[in-house]
């Protein structure tokens, strides 16, 4: 009998390939069958990829993508965030958030130009990763949401720097319904740059590795873009704008129940089904949002409604447990109803300030 193998042939491939080749920094991020769903390793092996080649002269730009064909991040591991909140383990809850703001942080600072791909589905924690690169790319597959609410959470990764500061009320209503944009929508409202019909992306990456002129990642992306259809979202602008102007959630629903489109009377449906807690954060914090500096004071503000929700809410917990843990889509929130939130319930989330004294802290005084 022959020698028996000692290989182990079901070794996990890496989470995150990182390679360099021709002036570009290629991070794909793969763990195709769960969307690319992150973790705190990946967070890390990104965030170490980036260092690496921020003062490397062999690398010109950074290409991000998704392996699969289902989309480049579905988000993070939130069903780990409940067991983590559930098991009292609080500190790792801090430390995730604060390690995957810094990251989100550091693409959208990076000195380097990023071109992201928002192939599929990129949502939530991709949002984080795309939303805020030098290049945001989307085709004709993309499906991109800040879906946080329907989970009893709120926008975060800078998302709600991006919904602050998309058209008219169209920010609100996405934070508050979670909708999902599709890449007309997306570049409408901020939150990509550049649509790339997908049978063509292969072309792009080889434009970028060959580019053999000055040309900027933007302007080759350019050479591959295409005309979107009109957005959907602009054409809603009419009744969203009328209903998410309310002064209150209650307000909204009241005002979308006022209207003649039938989509206004689904969206009041969809929010009444939702954390009354979590749409009232939200509504306060997109708003905030809108107010602030930059992305940095939106991520701190965004870091201390998460420590508030992990420490002081139960829809949390409820929220992830009905979508995604039992699956039964029935979660029993609390307080129930919009009447039943308390009048101060935002004003106490927005005061949360962040407990972390090196969040925010500026990379160069380290």
Avoid at 38 to 50: P, Y
Avoid at 234 to 262: G, K, N
Wanted: with cysteine; charged share 25%; aromatic share 4%.
């Amino acid at each position: 009998m022959g020698r028996v193998s000692t290989l182990d042939v079901t070794a996990p491939e890496p989470t995150v390939l990182a390679r360099a080749e021709r002036g570009v920094g290629h991070l794909t991020l793969n763990r195709p069958r769960a969307i690319n769903a992150l973790d705190l390793d990946m967070i890390l092996q990104l965030s170490a990829a980036l260092d690496a080649w921020e003062h490397d002269p062999d690398i010109d730009v950074v290409l991000l993508d998704g392996a699969g064909e289902r989309g480049l991040c579905a988000g993070g591991d939130v069903r780990g965030l409940r067991e983590q909140i559930v098991e009292g383990r609080g500190s790792e809850v801090a430390v995730f958030f604060r390690t995957e703001y810094a990251l989100n942080a550091r693409i959208a600072e990076y000195p380097k130009p990023i071109v992201a791909i928002a192939d599929g589905v990129t949502m939530g924690g991709g949002i984080g990763l795309a939303g805020h690169a030098a290049v945001r790319v989307v085709t004709e597959r993309s499906r991109l949401a800040m879906p946080e609410t329907r989970i009893g959470f709120t926008p975060d990764v800078g998302g709600s720097w991006l919904l602050g500061r998309a058209p008219g009320r169209t920010g609100e209503y996405l934070a508050l319904t979670g909708g999902t944009m599709d890449a007309s929508d997306a570049i409408y409202a901020g939150f990509a740059d550049a649509l790339v019909p997908s049978d063509r992306l292969t072309d792009l990456c080889d434009a970028l590795l060959t580019r053999a002129d000055p040309a900027t990642p933007a302007e080759l992306v350019l050479l591959f873009d295409e005309t979107p259809a009109p957005s959907r979202l602009a054409a809603a602008r009419p009744w969203i704008d009328d209903a998410f102007s309310a002064d209150t959630v209650a307000e909204i629903v009241a005002r979308l129940r006022a209207r003649p489109e039938a989509e206004a009377s689904t969206t009041a449906d969809t929010l009444e089904e939702l954390s009354p807690t979590a749409l009232t954060v939200t509504l306060a914090a997109v708003r905030a949002a809108r107010e602030l500096p930059d992305l940095r004071a939106a991520l701190a503000q965004e870091y201390g409604l998460v420590l508030w929700f992990a420490g002081t809410q139960s829809d949390l917990v409820e929220g992830i447990r009905a979508q995604l843990v039992d699956k039964d889509r029935d979660p029993h929130w609390n307080p129930s109803t919009l009447d039943a939130v308390a009048p101060d319930l935002a004003a106490d989330a927005l005061a949360a300030a962040p407990t972390d004294p090196l969040w925010g802290v500026d990379r160069d005084a380290d």
